[in-house]
């Protein structure tokens, strides 16, 4: 299984863009990179997720280098209401849902 | 569409008590899972279901049971509830083609004397 790892924690303040690195040497060829995002006293939330390049949606950008062996989660002119935790996740395209693996995540605080 | 809903959403026990934390899923997904997350750390899997009648261990079963008779339900056993269980316990459900999205219930918050 492919081990992520992630900054513990990040400070940003409102309006910046922030960038999450995850790092994944052992990512396999049929691996997919995923991010979550979990608010206190909730269950996580899907965020992104891409194979290679660039992926956009009305939330984020993911961004991948040729190798797979990392990717950066960006979130474009963040606001308080992004202080969260962000899980990096790399898990095959199929198989079963023992191979989903959470880390211990990275704590985004966002500051006025 | 109410989407994972699970109950209770508090609950405190006794060592050596029982319960059944309830998982329902409104979605027709076939993927059900329950995970554990302890202060500070990530999520940990219990138990998952690929299908009504099929179900398989996790990263940390011991403890727990559960069961799959229908799509749309996957309860979470405690059958002799220890303090190392006092944790916050997640629901998940996801289609089949798509697995590496899942969506999550609110959670439970357990609490064991």
């Known amino acids: 299984l492919a081990k992520t790892t992630q900054p513990i924690s990040m400070d940003s303040y409102e309006g910046q863009e922030v960038n999450i690195t995850c790092s994944h040497n052992?990512?396999?060829?049929?691996?997919?990179i995923t991010w979550y995002q979990q608010f206190p006293s909730q269950g996580p939330r899907f965020i992104i997720q891409g194979y290679k390049t660039k992926v956009t949606n009305e939330v984020a950008s993911l961004f991948i280098p040729a190798d797979r062996k990392s990717s950066t989660l960006s979130l474009p002119r963040v606001s308080l209401s992004d202080t969260a935790v962000y899980y990096c996740l790399v898990n095959p395209l199929s198989g079963s849902a023992r191979q989903l693996t959470f880390g211990s995540g990275t704590q985004l605080t966002v500051l006025p | 569409n109410a989407g994972v809903t699970q109950t209770p959403k508090f609950q405190v026990l006794k060592t050596g008590q029982s319960m059944t934390l309830q998982c329902a899923q409104d979605m027709n997904h076939e993927y059900m899972s329950w995970y554990r997350q302890d202060p500070g750390m990530g999520l940990r899997l219990i138990h998952y279901s690929v299908g009504a009648g099929i179900t398989d261990q996790g990263e940390v079963p011991n403890g727990y049971n559960v069961s799959r008779s229908t799509t749309e339900d996957f309860p979470l056993r405690l059958l002799s509830a220890a303090p190392s269980q006092t944790s916050v316990y997640f629901c998940a459900s996801s289609s089949s083609d798509r697995q590496e999205t899942q969506y999550f219930g609110p959670g439970t918050r357990l609490l064991v004397l």
């Open positions: 052992n990512i396999a060829t049929n691996d997919y």
